[in-house]
Nanobody, 115 residues
Framework: QVQVVESGGGLVQPGGSLKLSCRTSGFIFNNYAMAWYRQVPGKERELVAWIGYNGRDTVYVGSAKGRFTISRDDGKNTAALQMNNLTPDDTAVYYC????????WGQGTQDHGSL
């Protein structure tokens, strides 16, 4: 079954950290760059970061720079996003997705945000 399953979201205080995880199946994981996106109600889904299929190239967008770290484990077909120094603006549903693939999006995992 082709799927991505995100987990690790939760409630966090300002300045806190969360590590999001993405478990995948049904496609050749190491053939794809992996990306994390986020979406808040009423807004478009936005790219947060991506990591190349070789694991060496990473790109961070906007406020993710310097605070977030994306990683992947090709042996386990998983990806992760370490998020540090969180702010209320990081509150969103986070999704991982293989770039260029045409598979269903997962359910996402919710960062319930900083109080």
């Amino acid at each position: 079954q082709v799927q991505v399953v995100e987990s690790g979201g939760g409630l966090v205080q300002p300045g806190g950290s969360l590590k999001l995880s993405c478990r995948t199946s049904g496609f050749i994981f190491n053939n794809y760059a992996m990306a994390w996106y986020r979406q808040v109600p009423g807004k478009e889904r936005e790219l947060v970061a991506w990591i190349g299929y070789n694991g060496r190239d990473t790109v961070y967008v906007g406020s993710a720079k310097g605070r977030f770290t994306i990683s992947r484990d090709d042996g386990k077909n998983t990806a992760a996003l370490q998020m540090n120094n969180l702010t209320p603006d990081d509150t969103a549903v986070y999704y991982c997705y293989p770039l260029g693939a045409a598979i269903p999006w997962g359910q996402g995992t919710q960062d319930h945000g900083s109080l």
